[in-house]
Nanobody
């Protein structure tokens, strides 16, 4: 059974930083592509960044320049560092593990950017 548990969200002022973590249980982590998605209020869930098992990082346009995805295989954890947070970054951030046809999601962590 694969479980993904996100943490690190919270309320932060504009311009601040957060590091989100996603801890994975089970054996999938070493072979999965790990991704971060977000769902802003009233919007569809969108991909933010992904990290392949081979070590390649991919960013969508919303993430370029301020977001950094990283992965610690020894800890079965993937991180998302977000700098210079903006109010439009307010969303629930979800972790995804994808391995072939198998896809798993975490429960999400809320990030609220507000003064």
């Amino acid at each position: 059974q694969v479980q993904l548990v996100e943490s690190g969200g919270g309320l932060v002022q504009p311009g601040g930083s957060l590091r989100l973590s996603c801890a994975a249980s089970g054996s999938i982590f070493s072979t999965a592509t790990m991704g971060w998605y977000r769902r802003a209020p009233g919007k569809q869930r969108e991909l933010v960044a992904a990290h392949t098992r081979g070590g390649s990082a991919y960013y969508t346009d919303v993430a370029k320049g301020r977001f950094t995805i990283s992965r610690d295989n020894a800890k079965n954890t993937v991180y998302l560092q977000i700098n210079s947070l903006k109010p439009e970054d307010t969303a629930v951030y979800y972790c995804q593990a994808r391995d072939g046809e198998d896809t798993y999601w975490g429960q999400g962590t809320q990030v609220t950017v507000s003064s």
